[in-house]
T-cell receptor
Framework: GAVVSQHPSWVICKSGTSVKIECRSLDFQATTMFWYRQFPKQSLMLMATSNEGSKATYEQGVEKDKFLINHASLTLSTLTVTSAHPEDSSFYIC?????????????FGPGTRLTVL | QKEVEQNSGPLSVPEGAIASLNCTYS??????FFWYRQYSGKSPELIMS????GDKEDGRFTAQLNKASQYVSLLIRDSQPSDSATYLC????????????FGTGTLLAVQP
């Protein structure tokens, strides 16, 4: 299957700082990527769709000014959590669709665990 | 609002048994269906995709799709303790978005 990487795998930061998370498709190009957040023992929550060369599409209730998404190339999308607070502590996961079979199949990165002190 | 529903479990089966995981979806027009496995603290990994009615087998895993009943299932034969994880059913929303709609997942516990 396709490989999606994320960096960093974990990050600890102080409240009020900004954190950037990278998502890369390693062996294929992705015009869209997806960003999810998952709190402990809860299901995945789609935050936004990252679109190469254009603005991201945010899900209802997700603050676009707080979660900045940039998709500057066909293999890289970044999520920046601005002015992070303890309630932003979560597991952030990206995915990218890869053409396989009858439709695109989404492959997930390994995730980034963010802890805000 | 398109929905995907799964029993949250936990589903407990003895080692060597067949585990049966079920999922229903609300959008009759859905065409693409996926099963992902997620170990605690890890990201989801793809197990199988299925697009046509009937069964699709891959090793110990069999996905079953019934579009008339809007039902998709995953059977795991010869269950192993290493299969213990949360299994996520996902349905492609369709159209140009390529978004997946996930169920809440079923926690499977395989008892040695």
């Amino acid at each position: 299957g396709a490989v999606v990487s994320q960096h960093p795998s974990w990050v600890i930061c102080k409240s009020g700082t900004s954190v950037k998370i990278e998502c890369r498709s390693l062996d294929f190009q992705a015009t869209t990527m997806f960003w999810y957040r998952q709190f402990p023992k809860q299901s995945l929550m789609l935050m936004a769709t990252s679109n190469e060369g254009s603005k991201a599409t945010y899900e209802q209730g997700v603050e676009k000014d707080k979660f900045l998404i940039n998709h500057a190339s066909l293999t890289l999308s970044t999520l920046t959590v601005t002015s992070a607070h303890p309630e932003d502590s979560s597991f952030y996961i990206c995915s990218a669709p890869f053409p396989a079979g009858e439709s695109d199949t989404q492959y997930f990165g390994p995730g980034t665990r963010l802890t805000v002190l | 609002q398109k929905e995907v529903e799964q029993n949250s479990g936990p589903l407990s089966v003895p080692e060597g048994a067949i585990a049966s995981l079920n999922c229903t979806y609300s959008d009759r027009g859905s065409q693409s269906f996926f099963w992902y496995r997620q170990y605690s603290g890890k990201s989801p990994e793809l197990i199988m995709s299925i697009y046509s009615n009937g069964d699709k087998e891959d090793g110990r895993f069999t996905a079953q799709l019934n579009k008339a009943s809007q039902y998709v299932s995953l059977l795991i034969r010869d269950s192993q303790p290493s299969d213990s994880a949360t299994y996520l059913c996902a349905v492609n929303e369709g159209g140009a978005t390529n978004k997946l709609i996930f169920g809440t997942g079923t926690l499977l516990a395989v008892q040695p």
